[in-house]
T-cell receptor, first 110, second 116 residues
């Protein structure tokens, strides 16, 4: 199905640095979700956002549901080696369809 | 969070055989489950939506006779890859929605299928 525009595609950062990634769409979504996938495993839900403008944190992770309902970002503060993985955004629309971003591959150098 | 379990995690089969993959929601009931295929370094590609007690809804381009889906109970959906060929080798992932139309999906661990 149609994918969201997720960027960047990959990131190489030093341990301790902050990370930011985002997703945009031409469509409006009712829910934005952020997942992390480790190699060979299924995605794990990190944060779910339900209202435009909502800002939610989960430990060192912070995500926001854009005011226009067409975008969302995820920030990771003070990155650590175990943050390595692929991060996916997902949007849930009025048709009860879920769209996924292409993923952001994060590499953290110790 | 809710737990979804997939089995087997890895399976190797000969070309022409059929393989069944199970997806279970362990601590909640799921009227809807989803099956995805994931190619290396790519995002999830939705294959079909599995509806408890009714026929699955397949995405365009996905052969329903090739990928048989059964959702016989509120906690179990199965995907059977029939007459598997090497090009069917892939990582298959299921997810289940906790609550109706919440968009909150919980994913299984994934099943890596290798067809020789």
């Amino acid at each position: 199905g149609q994918q969201l525009n997720q960027s960047p595609q990959s990131m190489f950062i030093q341990e301790g640095e902050d990370v930011s990634m985002n997703c945009t769409s031409s469509s409006i979504f009712n829910t934005w979700l952020w997942y992390k996938q480790d190699p060979g495993e299924g995605p794990v839900l990190l944060i779910a956002l339900y209202k435009a403008g909502e800002l939610t944190s989960n430990g060192r992770l912070t995500a926001q549901f854009g005011i226009t309902r067409k975008d969302s970002f995820l920030n990771i503060s003070a990155s650590i080696p175990s943050d390595v993985g692929i991060y996916f955004c997902a949007g849930h629309d009025n048709n009860n369809d879920m769209r996924f971003g292409a993923g952001t591959r994060l590499t953290v150098k110790p | 969070g809710a737990v979804v379990s997939q089995h087997p995690s890895r399976v190797i089969c000969k070309s022409g055989t059929s393989v069944k993959i199970e997806c279970r929601s362990l601590d909640f009931q799921a009227t809807t489950m989803f099956w995805y295929r994931q190619f290396p370094k790519q995002s999830l590609m939705l294959m079909a939506t599995s509806n408890e007690g009714s026929k699955a809804t397949y995405e365009q381009g996905v052969e329903k006779d090739k990928f048989l889906i059964n959702h016989a109970s509120l906690t179990l959906s199965t995907l059977t890859v029939t007459s598997a060929h090497p090009e069917d080798s892939s990582f298959y992932i299921c997810s289940a929605e906790q609550g109706a139309h919440t968009g909150e999906l919980f994913f299984g661990e994934g099943s890596r299928l290798t067809v020789l």
